[in-house]
Structures are given as C-alpha cells and as structure tokens.
C-alpha cells in the first residue's frame, strides 16, 4: 500500500511521541535526578530521585525509598504526580492517534471520526510534553537556586543536575514533537470519501462486436422499433 503524505506524518508523529513516552518512564524510574559528590570521599557520590535516594561507594550502590510522600520537598512532590500524569496523557494519546491514523484500517471507523481521533491523540502527546517538562526543569531550577545559595557554606556539598533530567527533557521535546507532528498532519492532504449518494448511475456494459476472422456472428443492437 502507497503511503500518503499524512499516513507519513502520522508514523513519523507516532515514532516520536512513543519515544517521548519510553524516555519519560525511564527518567521517572531512574534516581539520578539529583547528584552530590563529596570532596572528603571521591568514591562515594549520592543520587537523588523522585523514589528513592542512593548511595555509590566503589560500583556499590545502596538505595533507601522515601518513607513519606509528604516529607519530600514540594518540587519532588509535585515531581511525582506530573510524571504520573504525563504517563497516562502520553499512553491514551498514543492509542487515539494509532486508531486514527492511516496504519490502522478498520473500516467500521469513517474518515471523519479517525481525523478527530488524530487530532485529540496529538493534543494529548502536547499536554504530556508539558507535563514532563515542568517538572524536570522545576526540579533544575531549584537545584540551581540552592548550588548558588549564599547563606550555605562553603564547605557543605551541593547537588548538581542528574542524569535523569537531560533524559526527561529530551522525553518532553520529543513528546511535543510527536504531538505537534500529529495535530499538522490532519491539515496534510483531502482523503477521497466514498459516498453511494454521489455516485451516478451505471453504465450498462458495452460489447464490441467480435473480430470477422476469429467469430461466426456479431453482436447487433436491438431495433429501437421492436417491442415485446
């Protein structure tokens, strides 16, 4: 089957946006959201994450979970509850816009109904987008805030940016990539609607008469003054 310019869009915005979504998930798991190295011990570097906070001594990591939600600091709080939500965002958008795309057929689903099915899946992967990268660069922001702070010593060590949060905002670029990739491709191209309605009447077949040298007899119309 030739592919059209919007069943190309389409599988391009779908590639994107499930990559977003895979890269989100990872950085939500990973605990390197926030690192710290002690200049007493160069062997031993802490990790911070949304779940749990990491201790590295000599490739030997020991991990503690948070014990409450609610003794976190508000930035991973709300760190949280957006990762979850742009997982459920970017889930349902990939669904939607895999439904209506030109990869998926199923012919019980008119043309119109797949456009707007397109269009919500690329909204979707938008607002997940959104909802990955607020909290990343929350998280970065307050890590900036806190390594520049004057009131702290110089002495004490301070967090530095994770691996986790290049990796979510790479996520939150390729999710809104996705996402607007699949909203411009509703605007690609008019698809043909089949309609019984405007379809005109049939031609009756038409027989040409057969070769003189290959038949016995000829196909003749009938007389326009003969009635039965």
């Not at 669904?95 to 030109?102: A, I, P, Q, R, T």
């Not at 929350?138 to 805030?145: D, E, L, N, S």
Request: one cysteine or more.
């Amino acid at each position: 089957m030739a592919w059209s310019l919007r069943g190309k869009a389409q599988l391009g915005g779908l590639l994107l946006s499930l990559l977003g979504w895979v890269c989100s998930c990872v950085a939500t798991i990973l605990p390197q959201w926030k690192t710290l190295s002690l200049d007493l011990n160069e062997m031993e570097t802490w990790v911070m994450g949304l779940w749990e906070v990491c201790v590295n001594q000599e490739e030997v990591a020991v991990c503690k979970a948070f014990e409450s939600f609610l003794s976190l600091p508000q930035e991973l709080q709300v760190s949280r509850i957006l990762m979850a939500a742009s997982h459920g965002l970017g889930l349902l958008g990939l669904l939607l816009s895999g439904f209506g795309s030109e990869c998926f057929q199923l012919h019980r689903i008119r043309w119109v109904f797949k456009r707007r099915l397109c269009l919500l899946g690329g909204t979707l992967e938008a607002s997940a987008a959104a909802t990955t990268l607020l909290p990343v660069s929350w998280v970065a922001y307050t890590t900036v805030q806190d390594f520049w702070d004057n009131s702290i010593p110089e002495i004490v060590p301070r967090w530095e940016f994770g691996d986790a949060l290049y990796l979510g905002w790479a996520a939150g670029i390729f999710l809104a990539l996705g996402g607007l990739v699949l909203i411009f491709s509703v605007c690609l191209g008019k698809e043909d609607v089949p309609s019984l309605q405007m379809a005109g009447p049939t031609a009756p077949p038409f027989y040409a008469p057969a070769d003189e040298s290959s038949a016995s007899f000829y196909l003749t119309p009938r007389p326009r003054n003969l009635f039965i």
